[in-house]
């Protein structure tokens, strides 16, 4: 379905390309009127660019009486032909079909965003019934149900571990940048991804009641509820109708001259008009583009100039979405820091958990003349850590409850420690070496270096900064005091984000959503505009996004404010000076001095005008 709304898309741009060059050249040979050409070569303008604009107005009137700019359009043309003007005809048609084109191509394609979230439903599921697993499809699971999961599956339904401990990825539901350890009595959600053991699970909540499936209705209901910009040029269009016809009919009356009726129906008609915006908005797309910004929605620019609010979700977006060692500490007096370090990056070495690999990587990075060896031996422990024999010493990297089933205490000075870092919102390792305690490592997820002087010149531009969350309070908070963010909502899920965004514009506070999460979807479908980080970000938040920032440089965020205000200013500035020369146009009209060609000409170089003066947009950058 959705290739083939693309391949339709692509086929017409193809044709109407295909039409203009066609007119474009019957207009040039009729201009020049060579020898030997039997008919008026406008004609062929006429058809293929005149006919599709008189047939879609007369479409509008009759079935919704829509009164759009194409209806003077089409006066103009019937007129001009009526009295022997083909040439102003067809240029007329020509000029306003180059419109009509630009504005397509600054249309969203479509978007297969709410399908991809349907794929991240399992098909299947293992059931445990009188002792055995029996496969069946996950829509077939009923409440109470109990399911089995094994390592690197994806959970089909809601519900609570019976049995067995895991780390769960939450990523498409929280956002969170680490897994979670779970284990019985825990709650987990469909569309989340079991890491490491197998556990077994009570069914809560199935089908469309489950957690994806609302996150799928939340996206949906979003996008339909996002109200689009209507084309100036048809907002004012009956004005512009009804002024153009009350102009023509009293100069026919008072002059007697149907040829200066006619030409006020042509300078009237609002070429300049209708290309004021969509040539503005391409050039500012154009600027924006060399800026790693991808806009996606032809009027996201146009929606961006009015926000006042830009709410950041914190992991990938502010921060670089991936745990890095903050500190190592050791509370052994025969162990350093950097022997504990090393001991507790050579246990490991072999982890699969996002933690052990930052633990090896940071080792890496900080000494690199010392690579960890292999160790001797390795077990995961789900849910708690690993256990490993590291240079011969049994080493244990995991969680308080790890210590505890092997009779290690945390002494009260460590707790401490720990607890700052903790406030700090950091993840801990506890360590534990030959059945006493080490010491832990500290891991945080670090801010973007261009975060701080980004949001500074968003406040500078008169924009209030919102950072939220799936965090808990105290990472959320860390973060937000680096950047002085005053607003802070953490522990949000997908809803309470989409809620947020919701109540904001009730209150005409427009906001601008930046995201990177499959859990920022709903939120980046109901916010004004949306950003999504386009290199880290899923698929499904850049489906969901107006505009994708490619290279995930969020320094550029001013930038592109800045450009949507200028864009804006362009386009009045378009739409002013074309409706003057408009009005002047028609006074000269109602005097006898303009006739329809010199009318044509006259008010589409106003059009040329309007261009080049939207192609500055191209190379503007805020001083």
């Known amino acids: 379905m959705i290739s083939s709304m693309k391949d339709l898309f692509l086929n017409e741009t193809k044709r109407s390309i295909l039409f203009l060059v066609i007119s474009g050249l019957s207009l040039l040979i009729s201009f020049l009127e060579p020898e030997g050409i039997l008919f008026n070569t406008a004609w062929i303008a006429i058809l293929l660019c005149g006919i599709p604009i008189i047939k879609e107005a007369i479409e509008g009137l009759v079935t919704r009486f829509d009164i759009k700019a194409d209806v003077l359009v089409s006066l103009a043309l019937i007129a001009s032909v009526i009295i022997g003007e083909i040439f102003a005809a067809g240029e007329v048609a020509f000029i306003m079909q180059i419109g009509s084109l630009l504005e397509e191509l600054t249309v969203a394609k479509a978007r297969a965003g709410i399908e991809k979230l349907v794929h991240l439903t399992p098909l299947t599921a293992r059931k445990i019934l009188n002792g055995k697993e029996i496969l069946l499809p996950a829509k077939e699971v009923a409440v109470n149900d109990v399911l089995r999961v094994l390592p690197g599956e994806t959970i089909p339904v809601d519900g609570v571990i019976l049995s067995g401990e895991t780390s769960v990825d939450q990523a498409v539901m929280t956002g969170e940048s680490l897994p979670v350890d779970k284990g019985p009595g825990d709650e987990v959600s469909s569309g989340t991804v079991n890491q490491f053991g197998s556990f077994d699970m009570k069914a809560s909540r199935v089908g469309e009641d489950s957690s994806i499936w609302r996150m799928i209705r939340l996206v949906q209901s979003a996008d339909a509820g996002k109200a689009k910009i209507v084309r100036l040029a048809d907002r004012w269009a009956t004005w512009i109708v009804v002024i153009a016809l009350t102009a023509a009919a009293l100069t026919w009356l008072i002059s007697g001259q149907i040829i200066r009726a006619v030409t006020i129906l042509v300078v009237f008609c609002p070429c300049a008009l209708v290309l004021a915006t969509p040539t503005a908005i391409m050039a500012a797309i154009g600027n924006a583009t060399k800026h790693g910004f991808l806009v996606r929605e032809g009027d996201a620019l146009e929606r961006l100039a009015q926000v006042s609010q830009v709410a950041f979700d914190k992991t990938g977006t502010l921060t670089y979405g991936k745990p890095q060692v903050a500190a190592v500490e050791s509370f052994s007096p025969d162990i350093s820091s950097e022997k504990l370090y090393l001991l507790a990056a050579e246990a490991e070495l072999r982890s699969e958990h996002p933690l052990g690999k930052a633990v090896v990587q940071g080792y890496k990075q900080s000494y690199p003349e010392t690579a960890p060896e292999a160790p001797q031996s390795f077990s995961m422990l789900p849910g708690k850590g690993v256990k490993a024999m590291a240079d011969h010493v049994e080493v244990l990297a995991g969680n308080p409850s ?14 401490d420690s720990a607890a700052d870092y903790i406030q700090k919102g950091c993840t801990l390792i506890y360590l534990g070496i030959e059945k006493r305690f080490g010491g832990f490592a500290a891991l945080w997820d670090t801010l973007r270096e261009t975060a701080p002087e980004m949001i500074s010149r968003l406040k500078q531009l008169g924009l209030t900064p919102v950072l939220m969350t799936g965090d808990h309070e105290n990472a959320a908070r860390t973060i937000a005091d680096q950047l002085h963010i005053d607003k802070v909502h953490a522990g949000c899920l ?27 979807a709903p939120a980046l479908k109901k916010a004004h505009v949306s950003i999504a980080m386009g290199g880290v970000g899923s698929d499904i938040a850049v489906d969901a996004a107006d505009i994708a920032l490619v290279n995930d440089d969020i320094k550029e965020l001013p930038h592109l404010v800045s450009l949507s205000r200028k864009m804006m200013t362009t386009i009045k500035c378009n739409l002013a000076f074309s409706m003057t020369l408009n009005f002047a146009a028609i006074i000269l009209a109602i005097t006898g001095i303009l006739n329809p060609v010199v009318g044509a000409l006259v008010h589409n170089a106003g059009s040329v005008l309007v261009i080049i003066n939207s192609s500055l947009l191209l190379t503007y950058r805020k001083k």
């Open 494 to 520: 997908p809803e309470d984000k989409l809620n947020y965004i919701a109540s904001s514009q009730e209150k005409k506070e427009m906001v601008c959503m930046i995201g990177d999460g499959i859990n920022d």
């Open 402 to 415: 790890l210590l505890e089933e092997n009779q290690i205490s945390i002494p009260q000075k460590a707790l």
